[in-house]
């Protein structure tokens, strides 16, 4: 199993609909993120958990809603998108913040079009 | 705003020169600095990381910091077209919440 796993990797959805992203990771590692990755933009970070707890959401739109049922899993649900979130989302994780190096090892992303 | 400045290239270096990418930082509380680098399509996979000013050298890599410039850098000394890649500078505290800059696009001709 590579590191962090993310599926689907590529996903069409039209604006009414509800879909899910899904990412797995397994090194160990009790801290899991949601970036994305816009075209000529800075990655943006979603979503923080540390622990299984939401410690930062970045006021992202209520329409993307995260679940980190355990240390090893991370989902984002999705619904009532607009185009304008078409995007690559990445799923990240990393070693007890505060302690490691900060270093985030990402999965190979979910490259999602809203049409 | 915590943000991070990069200049979005391309830059455009021959075969075996050396490539020189640059990113200023405005949050002075930043401990740790890192280096992706991410090829089209792929996702961002780590090249250095750096917490101490000077500098830290990993076999064609060197990175840069000068925290009174709030400045980090990365050289690739003998550059190969398999470089080629968008290179992401961030920094971030203890907690791992990285900041990225927008990525600088290296173009390795051969």
């Known amino acids: 199993e590579t590191g962090v796993t993310q599926t689907p990797r590529h996903l069409v959805m039209g604006m009414t609909n509800k879909k899910s992203l899904k990412c797995e990771q397994h090194?160990?590692?009790?801290?899991m993120y949601w970036y994305k990755q816009s075209a000529k933009k800075p990655l943006e970070l979603m979503f923080v958990?540390?622990?299984?707890?939401?410690?930062e959401n970045n006021s992202v739109p209520s329409r993307f809603s995260p679940e980190c049922p355990n240390s090893s899993h991370l989902f984002l649900h999705l619904h009532t998108l607009q185009p304008e979130d078409s995007a690559l989302y990445l799923c990240?994780?990393?070693?007890?913040?505060?302690?490691?190096?900060?270093?985030?090892?990402f999965g190979e992303g979910s490259r999602l079009t809203v049409l | 705003q915590k943000e991070v400045e990069q200049n979005s290239g391309p830059l455009s270096v021959p075969e075996g020169a050396i490539a020189s990418l640059n990113c200023t930082y405005s949050?002075?509380?930043?401990?740790?600095f890192f280096w992706y680098r991410q090829y089209s399509g792929k996702s961002p996979e780590l090249i250095m990381f750096?917490?101490?000013?000077g500098d830290k050298e990993d076999g064609r890599f060197t990175a840069q910091l000068n925290k009174a410039s709030q400045y980090v850098s990365l050289l690739i000394r003998d550059s190969q077209p398999s470089d080629s890649a968008t290179y992401l500078c961030?920094?971030?505290?203890?907690?791992?919440?990285?900041?990225f800059g927008k990525g600088t696009k290296l173009s390795v001709k051969p």
């Open positions: 750096i917490y101490s000013n």
């Open positions: 961030a920094g971030g505290g203890s907690q791992g919440n990285l900041i």
């Open positions: 958990y540390s622990l299984e707890e939401r410690v």
């Open positions: 990240a994780s990393s070693q007890n913040p505060g302690h490691g190096t900060g270093e985030l090892f």
């Open positions: 090194l160990g590692h009790n801290a």
């Open positions: 949050d002075r509380g930043s401990q740790s």
